[in-house]
């Protein structure tokens, strides 16, 4: 990488870079590596974790050039950080459970940085669905959460009953208001039962689009516009996907 920025024998496209301009390609990475975790393909994550450190490496040799920070103190920076949030490890604290590993290191963040919210270090810029998630999972840390399943599904009812009720008057704002509450009483459900609203919906997502792609398959084969298949045709055609992946 420092070859890469030297001033007169380097390549003009990363000599153009600074830290604003590689956030987008950090967040597409870190994507790619999400979808090749999600694949169970070994190379594959293997080979996107290589693009993801490559990023690392980028922003270090830039902090070096500036004198600022270089890759050994990126790399010295974590390994104290996670010395400091394990004291259960590198330290005499003891802990019963991951519960209180959570609950301890939140604490520890908090002291680190003097944080005034438990809400403080979750990024605006995260999808609003994972923002949720993380925004519970804080709050639980503290005592704030639901007792039973059963509790956060009747909060869900509520919600939906609630947006019914506005969505009869056509109140636009209301409408969004209420929308995004049955979305983020769903993330708590999720949350509660273990599962990631985030990761949950892009998983309906590939599923929808594998099989809507086999309708668009079965039209190609008639030699057809899909436009001009019935609603009967593809919901036949939808029912034997999930027949078939069952």
């Known amino acids: 990488m420092a070859r890469l920025r030297h001033p007169e024998e380097g390549c003009p496209?990363?000599?153009?870079?600074?830290?604003?301009?590689?956030?987008?390609?950090?967040?597409?990475?870190?994507?790619?590596?999400?979808?090749?975790?999600?694949?169970?393909?070994?190379?594959?994550?293997?080979?996107?974790?290589?693009?993801?450190?490559?990023?690392?490496?980028?922003?270090?040799?830039?902090?070096?050039?500036?004198?600022?920070?270089?890759?050994?103190?990126?790399?010295?920076?974590?390994?104290?950080?996670?010395?400091?949030?394990?004291?259960?490890?590198?330290?005499?604290?003891?802990?019963k459970d991951s519960a209180e590993v959570i609950k301890n290191w939140e604490e520890i963040k908090k002291s680190e940085k003097g944080?005034?919210?438990?809400?403080?270090?979750?990024?605006?810029?995260?999808?609003?669905?994972?923002?949720?998630?993380?925004?519970?999972?804080?709050?639980?840390?503290?005592?704030?959460?639901w007792n039973a399943a059963h509790e956060v599904a009747e909060k869900v009812r509520e919600e939906i009953e609630e947006f019914l009720e506005v969505s009869k008057n056509n109140d636009r704002a209301r409408m969004e208001d209420e929308y995004g509450d049955i979305l983020f009483s769903l993330v708590n459900l999720g949350r509660f039962l273990g599962l990631n609203g985030e990761f949950s919906l892009e998983a309906a997502n590939s599923?929808?689009?594998?099989?809507?792609?086999?309708?668009?398959?079965?039209?190609?084969?008639?030699?057809?516009?899909?436009?001009?298949?019935?609603?009967?045709e593809m919901d036949r055609i939808w029912e034997q996907m999930k027949t078939s992946e069952s």
């Open 13 to 95: 496209w990363d000599l153009e870079q600074d830290h604003r301009t590689l956030k987008s390609y950090l967040i597409e990475e870190a994507h790619e590596l999400i979808d090749a975790i999600d694949s169970g393909e070994d190379r594959q994550i293997c080979e996107e974790l290589g693009d993801v450190l490559l990023q690392v490496v980028f922003h270090a040799q830039m902090g070096s050039e500036r004198d600022a920070f270089d890759f050994g103190d990126v790399a010295n920076s974590i390994t104290s950080k996670l010395k400091r949030r394990h004291p259960h490890v590198f330290g005499d604290t003891q802990v």
């Open 115 to 145: 944080r005034k919210s438990i809400f403080d270090g979750v990024p605006r810029q995260l999808p609003a669905l994972l923002r949720a998630y993380r925004l519970q999972e804080k709050a639980s840390v503290v005592g704030f959460d």
């Open 207 to 232: 599923k929808f689009m594998e099989r809507f792609g086999a309708i668009e398959k079965e039209a190609q084969r008639r030699g057809i516009k899909l436009e001009s298949m019935t609603l009967e």
